[in-house]
Nanobody, 114 residues
Framework: QVQLVESGGGLVQAGGSLRLSCAAS????????MGWYRQAPGKQRELVAA???????NYADSVKGRFTISRDNAKNTVYLQMNSLKPEDTAVYYC????????WGQGTQVTVSS
């Protein structure tokens, strides 16, 4: 069973930055695409950014130019650098990984104050 542990969430003022990390463990097979999703109160979970094992990336339009996803395959870790944060970025952020199925982290809260 793949386990994903997120860290790096917190409270930040608008315009600030945060860096999220997600470490995967327990996988018996290689890890493919990894990504970050978020869910704000009363809204559906949405894709923020994703990165394949070869480094190709995909971003939601709302975060392009502000967020950067990266990964360290040797550490089975994916990162999300979030700059120029806005109050509308406030949500629980979830890590996601594909490895013989889809696996989710427990989520980390990001709160951006205005």
């Amino acid at each position: 069973q793949v386990q994903l542990v997120e860290s790096g969430g917190g409270l930040v003022q608008a315009g600030g930055s945060l860096r999220l990390s997600c470490a995967a463990s327990g996988n018996r097979f290689g890890i493919g695409t990894m990504g970050w999703y978020r869910q704000a109160p009363g809204k559906q979970r949405e894709l923020v950014a994703a990165i394949t094992s070869s480094g190709s990336t995909n971003y939601a339009d709302s975060v392009k130019g502000r967020f950067t996803i990266s990964r360290d395959n040797a550490k089975n870790t994916v990162y999300l650098q979030m700059n120029s944060l806005k109050p509308e970025d406030t949500a629980v952020y979830y890590c996601n990984a594909v490895s013989m199925g889809i696996h989710w982290g427990q989520g980390t809260q990001v709160t951006v104050s205005s």
